[in-house]
């Protein structure tokens, strides 16, 4: 089946330390996007990169790093930056040029800071 | 059926009724609108599309409405079942750029 998998399920973080959240997919898409969701709020882009070897930054992008070094993988690390990291992680994909049901999402990452 | 004209963070729904959840957009260039459905710790799934040269999309007990005048957006759902419970979220796109989502609504249905 294809599909995007992010891992892990649940991740916890001391306060000062960098983490990162894996996002693979086997769909063959050329765009993949980073999501963070807090509790009763909308999803709000982090990073986003349309090719490999290319990203741009989200509307909060302060705090978070991407790279984009092969085409199913677009991993995020959450650095010791980010002010409040506690949230729900979103990892989406979407093949360049269809539009109609072309974002895939994964299942999410839920990073709490201990 | 239960309805609401502004978009409102919870909608309580009894089974079996019909849904309408209301999205307010932002962009009025955006040419391209999506309905999601979120069930708890899971990732968003696509219900509906509709562009913006349309008013009136409908799938499986599924419509979407568009209204461009006052960037509003609709959804209704015909006779709710207990598996529509979820968080629902409307989001748009101009050219394909990116996706913006909306505050969300949470849906629950009474049985």
């Known amino acids: 089946d294809g599909g995007i998998t992010q891992s892990p399920k649940y991740l916890f973080r001391k306060e000062g330390q960098n983490v990162t959240l894996s996002c693979e997919q086997n769909?063959?898409?050329?765009?993949m996007y980073w999501y963070r969701q807090d509790p009763g709020q909308g999803l709000r882009l982090i990073y986003y990169?349309?090719?490999?070897?290319?990203?741009q930054k989200g509307d909060i992008a302060e705090g978070y790093s991407v790279s984009r070094e092969k085409k199913e993988s677009f991993p995020l690390t959450v650095t010791s930056a980010q002010k409040n990291p506690t949230a729900f992680y979103l990892c989406?994909?979407?093949?360049?040029?269809?539009?109609?049901?072309?974002?895939?999402f994964g299942s999410g990452t839920r990073l709490t800071v201990v | 059926g239960e309805s609401v004209g502004l978009h409102l963070p919870t909608l309580s729904v009894q089974e079996g009724d019909n849904s309408i959840i209301n999205c307010a957009y932002s962009?009025?260039?955006?040419?391209?609108f999506i309905w999601y459905k979120q069930e708890s710790g899971k990732g968003p799934q696509f219900i509906i599309d509709i562009r913006s040269n349309m008013d009136k999309r409908q799938g499986q007990r599924v419509t979407v409405l568009l209204n461009k005048t006052v960037k509003h957006l609709s959804l209704q759902i015909a006779a709710t079942q207990p598996g529509d419970s979820a968080v629902y979220f409307c989001?748009?796109?101009?050219?394909?750029?990116?996706?913006?989502f909306g505050a969300g609504t949470t849906v629950t249905v009474r049985a």
């Open positions: 962009n009025s260039a955006s040419d391209y």
């Open positions: 989001a748009e796109t101009l050219n394909d750029y990116k996706l913006s």
């Open positions: 990169s349309q090719i490999v070897n290319d990203f």
């Open positions: 989406a994909s979407k093949d360049r040029g269809r539009v109609s049901y072309g974002y895939t």
């Open positions: 769909l063959n898409h050329d765009a």
